[in-house]
C-alpha cells in the first residue's frame, strides 16, 4: 500500500522557516516523482516544487529562491525547505509521489498517484 506522511507545518512569524517531511511507505521515493503542493482557502491546489528521481528540480515562481525540494534515500523521506515565509504561503501543504516516473517531475497533480494527507502552514504575526 501506498502512503505518504507529512510533517513539520506550524505557525511562524513573516520571515521565519519551516522544513516539511514526507515519509513514504510501500514503495521506494528514490525511484519516484515528488512533488509538494499546497491549497490555501478558498483556492485550488497548486504545485510549488518538484523533484526527479536524478535530482532535477523544479520551482513555482512564487517559491524560486526560498525553497528547496529535496530527499532522503536512507530515510525514504523527502523534504521542502522553506525560508523566508510570508503570509500568502499560509496553505495546507501535501506531498505526492508518481512511483516509478523517474524522468521528469511535473507541477500539475495528475502525475502523482500517492498523496499525503496534509500538513497546516499558516505565516502570521
Known amino acids: 500500500q501506498l502512503q505518504l506522511v507529512e510533517s513539520g507545518g506550524g505557525q511562524v512569524p513573516p520571515g521565519g522557516s519551516l522544513t516539511l517531511s514526507c515519509a513514504a511507505s510501500?514503495?521506494?521515493?528514490?525511484?519516484?516523482?515528488i512533488g509538494w503542493f499546497r491549497q490555501a482557502p478558498g483556492k485550488e491546489r497548486e504545485g510549488v516544487s518538484c523533484?526527479?528521481?536524478?535530482?532535477?528540480?523544479i520551482y513555482s515562481d512564487d517559491v524560486k529562491g526560498r525553497f528547496t525540494v529535496s530527499r532522503e534515500g536512507a530515510k525514504n523521506t523527502a523534504y521542502l525547505q522553506m525560508k523566508s515565509l510570508r503570509p500568502e504561503d499560509t496553505a495546507v501543504y501535501y506531498c505526492?509521489?508518481?512511483?516509478?516516473?523517474?524522468?521528469?517531475?511535473?507541477?500539475?497533480?495528475?502525475?502523482?498517484?500517492?498523496w499525503g494527507q496534509g500538513t497546516q502552514v499558516a505565516v502570521s504575526s
Open positions: 505526492a509521489a508518481a512511483p516509478d516516473v523517474r524522468l521528469f517531475c511535473s507541477l500539475a497533480t495528475d502525475l502523482y498517484k500517492a
Open positions: 510501500g514503495f521506494g521515493l528514490a525511484y519516484s516523482a
Open positions: 523533484i526527479t528521481s536524478s535530482g532535477s528540480e
